[in-house]
């Protein structure tokens, strides 16, 4: 564990010189707006845009006519809570989270879509057992096994990957914990994304043209490495929010070593390869998201979070066993199991960018439903912002096999991305 003398830099305070725009640096990825990306649907699913809901006869268009507490609530979602918005009593959700008619052509039902087992393609189990392994042919093979996924797929459920049940029982109930309280004691940590006060309790802010929303508020920080964790602003209840997220990413960036071990050899590199290329043990963020999605009165309409691919060199997620992950494979979504102590692992585009797109980032989203609050764990494994410039490894661009994407540090792929404009200096097509 690093122990440098240093103050720990909030994210507010790491240096700006470089930066094209404020907003660029300041951002953490994971709560930036996502780029819109258009998605080839291919499943025929009958368009629910101009269907009311069941139980009434007021289209969901004519909404604002429904209630005062509604037109009202309706007016106020860019600052709103979706929790608190979800808790009103409306029927109808707010244009703002009415996805576009070509997205709500294939959102429909997320438990009816879990269930279908037999049909498709579905998102690879990888078994770590052997990750550990002293027998090179055990080891071998958990690698050749994590290799495929990631190349085929780039998102995988992870089994026997060490991380004690216990522990994900308990990181998941203190989180549960500290958002059962009232939205009011939440409000004591609120984010403040305009002044760049970034972690803390948020939900997104209608930030683009269109004033497009998710359905979800959120709890972001800094987990990993201890130097760089501002303490002041982690949930101080429950009590043991701390020592549980601690304990949890300790355990996570172990893994994340031996994820990386493997995946550099599945490259044919040195085991420690794309560890060094990431930042090590003194500069790579384990930045935690924790999405709390409330129950939606329109789900078919609405996105807990849209498509996009995670910037992150790797994400590991956990989540309360309810259904919301998609992920977009062949222009077709399809719909995460629950697979019991698994921990879901996506690569980003900074390992899809190291390894000149052998690794996949995949696209994905996810769904809301009427029925349960869904929350999920997301640990976003960022190299640091301007140290490192993300390029395809040498050794794996050829004359046959150019380099797929132009250099960049991570903030110039934020902003390439994100914000999609490109720095003067630089051209990204990718
Ligand atoms: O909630 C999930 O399962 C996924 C969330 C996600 O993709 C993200 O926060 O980047
Ligand atoms: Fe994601």
């Given at each position: ?235 101080k209840t429950p009590t043991e929010y701390t ?70 060199a790797l994400t590991f997620i956990t989540h ?111």
């Amino acid at each position: 564990m690093p122990t440098q003398a240093a103050a720990p830099p909030k994210l507010a305070e790491q240096p700006q010189s470089e930066a094209p725009t404020k907003a660029v640096v300041e951002m953490p990825a994971e709560l930036a707006v996502t780029p819109h990306v258009e998605v080839a649907e291919q499943e025929a699913v009958t368009p629910q845009i101009a269907v009311a809901e069941e139980d009434t006869v007021t289209p969901q268009i004519e909404q604002e006519a429904v209630t005062p507490q509604i037109a009202a609530a309706e007016q106020e979602a860019v600052t709103l809570r979706v929790e608190r918005l979800a808790s009103s009593g409306i029927h109808f959700i707010p244009k703002e989270y009415v996805r576009t008619e070509e997205e709500c052509k294939s959102i429909g039902d997320v438990f009816e879509k879990e269930k279908k087992y037999d049909e498709g393609p579905q998102i690879p189990v990888v078994d770590l057992k052997g990750i550990d392994s002293e027998d090179k042919e055990v080891r071998e093979k958990c690698m050749e096994e994590l290799k495929k996924a990631s190349m085929e797929w780039g998102v995988m459920h992870l089994v026997n990957h060490g991380i004690p049940e216990d522990l994900l029982t308990r990181l998941r109930e203190v989180g549960k914990t500290f958002f059962d309280q009232p939205i009011e004691e939440k409000e004591k940590y609120a984010n403040d994304v305009a002044s760049g006060k970034m972690a803390g309790y948020g939900s997104k802010l209608a930030n683009s043209a269109s004033g497009q929303l998710e359905w979800e508020d959120y709890f972001f920080h800094l987990a990993f490495p201890e130097d760089k964790r501002d303490m002041s602003i982690w949930p101080k209840t429950p009590t043991e929010y701390t020592e549980v997220t601690i304990e949890y990413a300790t355990q996570l960036r172990s893994l994340v070593t031996k994820v990386l071990a493997l995946l550099s050899l599945g490259l044919e590199l040195e085991e420690e390869r794309l560890e060094k290329e990431v930042g090590g043990m003194d500069d790579l963020l384990l930045q935690l998201k924790i999405n709390y999605y409330p129950k939606c009165p329109q789900p078919e309409l609405a996105l807990g979070v849209e498509a996009h691919t995670d910037v992150s060199a790797l994400t590991f997620i956990t989540h309360n066993m309810v259904p919301g992950l998609q992920v977009c494979i062949e222009g077709k979504w399809v719909t995460a199991k629950c697979v019991p102590n698994s921990i879901i692992v996506h690569i980003g585009d900074t390992l899809e960018i190291l390894s000149n797109g052998k690794y996949k980032s995949i696209l994905h989203r996810g769904l809301v439903n009427k029925e349960k609050v869904r929350i999920s764990w997301a640990v976003f494994c960022e190299p640091p912002r301007e140290k490192i410039v993300l390029k395809p490894l040498p050794e794996l661009v050829t004359e046959s096999e150019p380099a797929l994407f132009p250099p960049r540090t991570f903030a110039q792929h934020l902003q390439h991305k994100v914000f999609n404009k490109t720095d003067p200096d630089q051209v990204l097509t990718k």
